[in-house]
């Protein structure tokens, strides 16, 4: 039997907390930095997720690390990481 490492293909994606307001579950809006080819400007994307946060821990402002996971509910599909 073979001794190997699986390497996660889970995205990891970092943001901050914009809404705490639902039980377990916290708002994070990610933000990239994006060159438009048509034309050649750079722009901020944002886009929110939900994530799954036990316990409520988060609160709005923090920085926080989410990760891909299975669907926990019809529009959760990321964890709280860090």
């Known amino acids: ?13 970092t943001g ?8 377990d579950t916290i708002t ?9 080819p048509k034309y050649e400007k750079y722009v901020t994307i944002t886009k929110k997720f939900k994530a799954h946060d036990a316990g409520n821990t988060k609160k709005i402002g923090d920085k926080v690390s989410i990760e891909e996971c299975r669907p926990i509910s019809k529009d ?5 990481i860090a």
């Open 1 to 13: 039997m073979k001794n190997t490492t699986q390497i996660s293909k889970r995205r990891i994606l």
């Open 28 to 36: 994070v809006n990610v933000a990239r930095y994006v060159k438009l």
């Open 16 to 23: 901050t907390v914009v809404s705490d307001k639902m039980k």
């Open 76 to 80: 959760k599909r990321f964890r709280v």
